[in-house]
């Protein structure tokens, strides 16, 4: 818009200027406000973020229906921290916790446990919740209660279901990047993971090469998985919603790490593929966004995926996330893996499970799942 208006008017400031008289000025008018809007684009967001956060909402009232276009205005949300709280905290990492209005006790203990760090290995780091609507009005009003007193709530218009967990995902994307280019990397995780963004940031800085500046979709990948056509199942996709026979792979949805860049291409890549109906589940549609935005899943045996890791200090220290983690445990073990030494070093931890081969052997090395990691020490 403003770029056209200065063109029209460029012409007629040389040539005719003096002839036509208001038109000239009425043209600089024109630019200047527009300028002027831009300048306070800002201003006039946190107005009407601050205007929709004092708002009741009624459930349902705000809903709009399913669309791919990954939400990035401010009145998109019914509910938001100041749209300046990236540019203010200048987080390396930000992570995004699916929950639901429900969860209250699961959200408190992320508050109270990783989701509570600041600054991580010398990097700020921060947590922000992701939320639907809730369609019991009681809750609705207590998640505008949260909201209020701890600002880390974002609300998009949707209904908050398990089969519009996709949307939610969707919301995520978008208000990432339109309120939060500044992160170096973005985490999804689910609000029972134990999410150990000292592990992270570690595991990213001993990689560091491809990753800082290029594309990273970094979890637990799922290979060839096949479409679920059981009715009766909770991930039922048909063949009419979804035609091939195979997903593209894609990372675990319990937890997983999108680069700036790659984040910027899965939302616009979002964008431009049609929802369908039923929606697919939220990792196979962010694989599926992945895919056509051309970036790759890579694996880390470091995300635990889905199934559940027996609690061991060394093996949870070294984790990335580790998921069915309730409330009170994750307190529990949080405390436990922080407490006082002897940390891993001279001690032997040994898991059989599949999923989750920790070793520490008295040089201070970690093996899990076969693969040496370095231990990590606060
Ligand atoms: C990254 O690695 C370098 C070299 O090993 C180290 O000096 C630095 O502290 C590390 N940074 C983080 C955030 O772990
Ligand atoms: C998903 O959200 C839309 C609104 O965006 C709503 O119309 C729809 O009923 C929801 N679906 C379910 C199954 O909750
Ligand atoms: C500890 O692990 C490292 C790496 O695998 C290995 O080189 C070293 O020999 C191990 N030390 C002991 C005492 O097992």
């Not at 008289?21 to 107005?47: M, N, Q, R, T």
């Not at 600054?119 to 700020?124: D, N």
């Not at 089969?163 to 339109?178: D, E, V």
């Not at 499970?353 to 990590?376: F, P, S, W």
Request: proline share 9%.
């Amino acid at each position: 818009m403003v770029g056209r208006g200065l063109w029209v008017c460029k012409p007629r400031f040389g040539k005719r200027g003096s002839r036509l008289g208001v038109l000239p000025f009425l043209c600089a008018a024109a630019a200047s406000a527009a300028l002027l809007a831009l300048l306070f684009v800002d201003f006039i967001e946190s107005w009407v973020t601050s205007m929709s956060m004092n708002t009741v909402v009624e459930p349902h009232a705000g809903i709009i229906p399913p669309q791919s276009v990954p939400p990035t205005r401010p009145e998109e949300f019914l509910l938001m921290p100041s749209p300046l709280v990236c540019q203010r905290a200048k987080p390396y990492l930000i992570t995004m916790v699916t929950t639901a209005p429900a969860n209250q006790r699961a959200r408190q203990a992320i508050r109270d446990t990783w989701g509570g760090e600041v600054e991580v290995r010398g990097l700020r780091v921060m947590t922000l919740f992701m939320v639907g609507v809730a369609s019991d009005p009681g809750l609705a009003k207590l998640l505008i209660e949260e909201a209020r007193e701890r600002g880390d709530l974002i609300q998009g218009r949707f209904l908050d279901s398990y089969s519009n967990l996709t949307l939610k995902t969707l919301s995520m994307l978008g208000w990432a990047r339109r309120f939060c280019p500044q992160a170096h990397f973005m985490a999804k995780v689910d609000d029972d993971v134990l999410f150990n963004p000292s592990a992270l940031l570690h595991f990213l800085n001993k990689s560091r090469n491809p990753y800082e500046q290029g594309d990273l979709y970094l979890g637990r990948v799922h290979l060839h998985v096949a479409p679920d056509r059981d009715p009766d199942s909770k991930h039922y996709l048909p063949a009419g919603a979804y035609p091939p026979s195979v997903f593209p792979d894609y990372c675990s949805g319990t937890a997983y790490v999108l680069s700036r860049s790659a984040l910027l291409k899965i939302s616009l890549a979002a964008s431009a593929s049609p929802l369908s109906t039923p929606l697919p589940p939220e990792d196979v549609f962010v694989g599926l966004c992945a895919r056509a935005a051309g970036v790759l899943p890579s694996h880390c045996p470091l995300f635990s995926g889905g199934p559940a890791v027996p609690y061991g200090r060394c093996c949870y220290q070294a984790m990335v996330s580790i998921h069915h983690i309730p409330p009170r445990e994750m307190l529990h073990f949080w405390a436990d893996i922080h407490s006082s030494p002897p940390y891993c070093y001279g001690t032997l931890h040994y898991y059989t499970d599949t999923y989750c081969r920790c070793r520490a052997n008295n040089t201070g090395m970690l093996i899990v799942n076969g693969k040496e990691t370095q231990l990590l020490m606060r």
